[in-house]
């Protein structure tokens, strides 16, 4: 990567993608598909070779290729990472090596200016990009050059005026591994004037050129190859190839060609000789869903796998512990995951809690003893889980009794085995006083260093002592020590809403709390059902005892002493693996009931319709003096739920006003009644 300065383009300049001629365009879609005109379209370099004729056709060499066969190579979510890299609306952490990956991708989007070169102090080299489209303010009038004797000048394509002013800049970090943060360098709000198809219709990328590239060296035609990449449009479009021509492909080998003219070029298994279209062809038609939700809530489900696709990915070489969870047995989690589409509107980050646990409750046999619940098919899906999730977050007695490596394992581009550095999630450790020992043996440091996860952040309160030497380890492998204000001994110490708001604001879209049982128990509570989106819970055929550790929320009581139950919606119940079973569902709290059991209103209402006697139960007849009560000083019993019940709807009731006085000995009602069926009393 060069380090000079680079100057724009001036304005009347044209890329050489560009430079086609529309009147050559328009004569060659108006011509007929003879031998001769198939033979010149197909290589411009064979007529420059000498060796075609315009009344026979040059022999072709179709080859053998397997089934999958594939031009693109592609880097893990392109499509994604050109979105994030062209916006830049977080700033994005990755190592080195996959930031060379990626910017041959998103270089018609960016163009390195200049770079900072670290001082002696030891600071950070910093590399800074400009907007292809930013211009000088002050530029010369473009001079076309002139054209030669006898040549007709040719009638190129007038391109929209752009100008951006936004601008990138890269900060390398040191370390076990080396790192960069890519964010802007620019105010906050500023985006660009235009949008990512205009860099890819107005210059191609170096990666998806290179692609082309390596087919042309094989000697492929080049509408074969046009045509063979076109066969995976995903891939193409991912790549930044949707405005890719023919004609780029032909200036791609003609280079080529210089150096082998004698070679015979071969086409791709497949291709029909012919025009090829100018056109890309329409996108494939999307998949059936593989899973459709029951509309019976709480239903068993069946994981029925589907049909291979004929395509496969290239193979990559994967760590021994890699783990597989297929395509088929992920759909019923699909309705638990976080929905990307939400994250603009969202003030808090999703969140799911998931643990494995006995038939009674428990999530280990013994306290601080790591006890194996689940089959391996479930730890799979936990680590598929863990790919869909910005963070995993566990509590300081987890981390200090597992020491867990907290990253995810899964065979997927989503996890690692290639470049899926900065599409780990980041481990999150609850530790308030600091009680973690930080050195570099630590699992999740030792995946960090090796580019198989992320270093942690550990959130501490106000107060914690921090040992210089903790704090350098981590700020070495990338990590970070959180200080959470929101902190209150005596009312439980961490409020969870001041660490999801902390972490909401530092990028955090979603996190997977795992553990242990005092955080899974908290987070259980009435007072923080809000803050719970999702629960996926494995439970296994087992039993641990009443010793083992227990992942149960403190009970509840609304005003009136009733228990409030915790409750799911949305639950879908799926077998996992030969015993286990699987249990989804969205919290929910138990709404409390605003009457006593009787039709809404009709008391309250006969109890206030004028015109109508409604004596109470309690009420004394006319005439008779009302009983004497205890003196004062006398203590009473402390009431029943019910009857202070009673007792308030008494007190609210002599508060109404007074109504049509009930002659004396006249019976009292025994029981309100409401007015449609009561009859007038008569004197």
């Not at 300049?13 to 050559?24: K, N, V």
């Not at 005109?37 to 420059?48: H, K, L, R, Y």
């Not at 951006?164 to 004037?193: A, F, Q, W």
């Not at 553990?515 to 809000?530: E, F, I, N, P, T």
Request: proline share 11%; hydrophobic share 30%.
């Amino acid at each position: 990567m060069s380090t000079e300065s680079e100057t724009p383009d001036a304005p009347g300049e044209f890329d050489q993608h560009d430079e086609e001629s529309e009147a050559d365009d328009e004569a060659a879609n108006d011509a007929n598909m003879h031998d001769a005109d198939v033979e010149e379209d197909e290589g411009a370099a064979d007529a420059e070779s000498g060796r075609t004729s315009s009344n026979r056709k040059s022999p072709r060499v179709w080859t053998d290729e397997p089934e999958d066969y594939s031009v693109f190579n592609n880097p893990p979510n392109l499509a994604e990472m050109r979105d994030r890299l062209f916006s830049l609306e977080d700033p994005i952490v990755m190592p080195v090596a996959d930031w060379q990956t990626y910017f041959p991708f998103v270089d018609n989007i960016w163009r390195k200016m200049r770079t900072e070169h670290p001082p002696e102090d030891g600071s950070a080299k910093v590399d800074h990009y400009h907007c292809r489209f930013r211009r000088a303010h002050y530029m010369k009038p473009h001079t076309p050059r002139p054209t030669p004797e006898g040549k007709q000048q040719r009638r190129k394509r007038a391109r929209e005026e752009k100008t951006c002013t936004m601008k990138m800049k890269v900060v390398y970090n040191r370390g076990p591994i080396e790192t960069c943060t890519i964010l802007k360098d620019t105010d906050g709000g500023m985006t660009h004037s235009h949008d990512l198809d205009y860099n890819d219709s107005s210059k191609r990328n170096t990666g998806i050129m290179q692609t082309a590239r390596c087919e042309v060296t094989k000697g492929y035609v080049p509408s074969s190859i046009f045509w063979k990449m076109w066969e995976e449009p995903e891939k193409m479009l991912a790549a930044g190839g949707k405005f890719l021509k023919v004609s780029d492909v032909r200036n791609l080998q003609y280079a080529w060609r210089q150096g082998n003219q004698l070679v015979t070029l071969k086409a791709h298994k497949g291709w029909k000789q012919g025009r090829p279209t100018r056109q890309p062809p329409a996108p494939p038609a999307p998949p059936k869903p593989q899973f459709q939700p029951s509309n019976q809530p709480g239903v068993f489900g069946r994981l029925e796998p589907v049909k291979a696709d004929a395509r496969n990915e290239p193979q990559t070489v994967m760590h021994w512990d890699t783990l597989q969870y297929p395509h088929h047995a992920r759909g019923f989690l699909e309705p638990y995951m976080p929905d990307p589409r939400l994250t603009p509107v969202r003030t808090r980050p999703h969140v799911t809690l998931t643990w494995a646990g006995s038939l009674d409750g428990r999530i280990s046999q013994l306290q601080g003893i790591p006890t194996a619940v689940s089959g391996p098919e479930t730890k799979a899906m936990t680590h598929y889980l863990r790919s869909r999730h910005d963070a995993i977050l566990v509590g300081i007695s987890t981390a200090i009794a597992d020491d867990p490596a907290l990253n995810c394992r899964l065979a997927d581009p989503g996890g690692y085995g290639g470049l899926a550095w900065e599409f780990q999630p980041r481990p999150i450790i609850i530790d308030p006083h600091a009680r973690l020992r930080i050195h570099p043996g630590l699992k999740v440091l030792k995946m960090a260093s090796e580019g198989r996860g992320k270093a942690p952040w550990i959130v501490v309160a106000p107060g914690a002592l921090l040992h210089p030497f903790a704090v350098s380890t981590l700020k070495a492998h990338g990590g970070e020590y959180l200080m959470i204000n929101d902190y209150h001994p005596a009312q439980g110490g961490l409020k969870w809403e001041g660490i999801f708001n902390v972490l909401f604001r530092e990028g955090i879209k979603s996190v997977m709390v795992e553990g242990g049982g005092m955080v899974l128990s908290d987070l259980l509570k009435a007072h923080h059902s809000h803050l719970i989106d999702s629960i996926v819970l494995t439970i296994a055929p087992t039993f641990f005892g009443k010793a083992g550790v227990m992942v149960s929320p403190d009970p509840s009581f609304d005003p009136t002493g009733r228990p409030i139950a915790q409750r799911l919606r949305n639950v879908r119940w799926q077998p996992m693996g030969d015993a286990d079973v699987v249990m989804c569902g969205q919290m929910v709290a138990d709404q409390v009931p605003l009457t006593n059991g009787i039709l809404s209103g009709i008391e309250e209402y006969s109890r206030t319709a004028p015109g109508f006697p409604n004596p109470q139960p309690g009420t004394q007849p006319a005439g008779q003096p009302p009983p004497a009560g205890p003196p004062p000083s006398q203590s009473q019993p402390q009431p029943t739920p019910q009857t202070s019940v009673t007792q308030s709807e008494a007190r609210a009731s002599s508060n109404t006003p007074a109504t049509t006085s009930q002659p004396a000995g006249a019976t009292p009602s025994p029981a309100p009644v409401p007015p449609q069926a009561s009859a007038p009393a008569q004197p």
